[in-house]
């Protein structure tokens, strides 16, 4: 199986916290990419963070300070640390995995905020 599975999603109210984790069956190594997007109801899918193939740590702006990627080499897992949710951060996230850029998908999980 190549493709990941994201794990973590809900329904919070504006101000709380989510912890997303998108498990990952191919070697770390060869996942030089890894990154998080997510899709709202009627707009397009957009990206929120991503370690790039080239080794940096890339943020949405509407993200920044709020949202962060990390991942565990060891469990082969990638997380979205995200706080001070929002309404507006309502959407299904997507984790992507590759070893140049986002070519395997995951399913999705869905977060929607509350106000």
């Known amino acids: 199986q190549v493709q990941p599975v994201e794990s973590g999603g809900g329904l919070v109210q504006a101000g709380g916290s989510l912890r997303l984790s998108c498990a990952t069956r191919?070697?770390?190594?060869?996942?030089?990419?890894m990154g998080w997007y997510r899709q709202a109801p009627g707009k397009e899918r957009e990206l929120v963070a991503q370690?790039?193939?080239?080794?940096?740590?890339e943020y949405a702006d509407f993200v920044k300070g709020r949202f962060t990627i990390s991942r565990d080499n060891v469990q082969r897992t990638l997380y979205l640390q995200m706080n001070s949710l929002k309404p507006e951060d309502t959407a299904v996230y997507y984790c992507s995995v590759g070893p140049l850029g986002p070519n395997y998908w995951g399913q999705g999980t869905q977060v929607t905020v509350s106000s």
């Open positions: 191919r070697g770390i190594f060869r996942n030089n990419y």
């Open positions: 370690f790039t193939s080239g080794g940096t740590t």
